[in-house]
């Protein structure tokens, strides 16, 4: 009979909930990551044991966690094993956590705006990750939807970040403006082609 997994974030952690086909009894792990907010859990197609997390803190900022073996135990990619994935100071410290605009390479100010509550422009600025989404074909392969309103994609199984920057570049860009959650790619669906 099938497996079904149930993957839950909350903002008190992430949950994985399991239970055969029939679903009558569930197994419940969890919380992961207490006491952080959890945007997003999210299984790949390619791999069903490889599952990642995005998680925010107001204090630590934004962090990717990626389990290997269906959320039993969880570490920030980039991160060499066996090496602690906070130093002494609590923050994060995973390449994982590197989400960077493209920028102006003469200056290094961001090559886009857009308008603010007030109708103002500014510049771009990222805040946290709100959706990931795995390919349907490559465990490493993620694209990340983030605030500000951008898509990122890793190949690496979420050890780097890059910007894909086609959304953020498009014409209209200088006239979106934040809705009442901010300027967020919230969902992403991948062709299935």
Known sequence: MSKVRVLVGTR???FVLEADGQRKKWVVSGPHFPGWEVYHVKGSSADPERLFASQNN???GQVIQRSDDGGKTWHQPGTPPGEPQKPPSGTAKGESNKF???ASPQTGKPLTTHQWYDGSQRPWEFKRVWHLEPSLTDPDTVYAGVE?????????G????KELSG???HGTGPLW????GGLCLHTIIEDPK
């Open 148 to 156: 500000d309103a951008a898509l990122f994609r890793t190949t690496d």
């Open 158 to 161: 979420g050890e780097n970040w």
């Open 177 to 180: 403006q934040p809705g009442g």
């Open 58 to 60: 107001g204090w630590f």
């Open 100 to 102: 960077a605009y493209d």
């Open 12 to 14: 008190k952690g992430a």
């Open 167 to 169: 959304l953020r570049g």
